[in-house]
T-cell receptor, first 115, second 109 residues
Framework: NAGVTQTPKFQVLKTGQSMTLQCAQD?????MYWYRQDPGMGLRLIYY???????DKGEVPNGYNVSRLNKREFSLRLESAAPSQTSVYFC??????????????FGSGTRLTVV | EDQVTQSPEALRLQEGESSSLNCSYT??????LFWYRQDPGKGPEFLFT?????EEKEKERLKATLTKKESFLHITAPKPEDSATYLC??????????WGAGTKLIIKP
């Protein structure tokens, strides 16, 4: 099925460890996004990529880096994980940047725990 | 400051009992209001976009409406399969989405 695929689905890290969350979409979308979702809060944008070759900071970029590897793939890296980064991470894509009638397509998420 | 507030946080209904969810917002330069549905352990799924006050959209038992300060998601004769968390988001002047915390809807058979 067409959509957004995220790996891994679950991960436990020790404080200070690094990891990369992978995201791939097969809908030929130009824009991709990384969000985090915490209990009682709305989704918060970490980084986004309006098109292949560009990336921009969102609301909460500190402690994260991203790479838009090609049009399909957009990865999120935690260089030195902290307990405050315990969250559920979602990747999303859209045909173009910003808002439109078709909305964003989300992956199923990565549940990350940092101990 | 741009913000989105959803109420109630949780809503329990009996099957067939109609109700409404509220999304109030303050944003400079609204670029659309969006409703999503999120099932446990899954990502949000797009439902509707509304762009101007007075606009309405419908999908099965759901109808979304928009005023200048809030949106309502009306659920008519809900079924247990309508149980989910419903998220509201608004597009700001930079075309970025600002999200509410969601309303968890539980429909009892």
């Amino acid at each position: 099925n067409a959509g957004v695929t995220q790996t891994p689905k679950f991960q436990v890290l020790k404080t200070g460890q690094s990891m990369t969350l992978q995201c791939a979409q097969d809908m030929n979308h130009n824009s991709m996004y990384w969000y985090r979702q915490d209990p009682g809060m709305g989704l918060r944008l970490i980084y986004y990529s309006a098109s292949e070759g560009t990336t921009d900071k969102g609301e909460v970029p500190n402690g994260y880096n991203v790479s838009r590897l090609n049009k399909r793939e957009f990865s999120l890296r935690l260089e030195s994980a902290a307990p405050s980064q315990t969250s559920v991470y979602f990747c999303a894509s859209s045909p173009v940047t910003g808002t439109a009638n078709y909305g964003y397509t989300f992956g199923s998420g990565t549940r990350l725990t940092v101990v | 400051e741009d913000q989105v507030t959803q109420s109630p946080e949780a809503l329990r209904l009996q099957e067939g009992e109609s109700s409404s969810l509220n999304c109030s917002y303050t944003v400079s330069g609204l670029r659309g209001l969006f409703w999503y549905r999120q099932d446990p352990g899954k990502g949000p799924e797009f439902l509707f976009t509304l762009y101007s006050a007075g606009e309405e959209k419908e999908k099965e038992r759901l109808k979304a409406t928009l005023t200048k300060k809030e949106s309502f998601l009306h659920i008519t004769a809900p079924k247990p399969e309508d149980s989910a968390t419903y998220l509201c988001a608004v597009g700001d002047s930079n075309y970025q989405l600002i999200w509410g915390a969601g309303t968890k809807l539980i429909i009892k058979p």
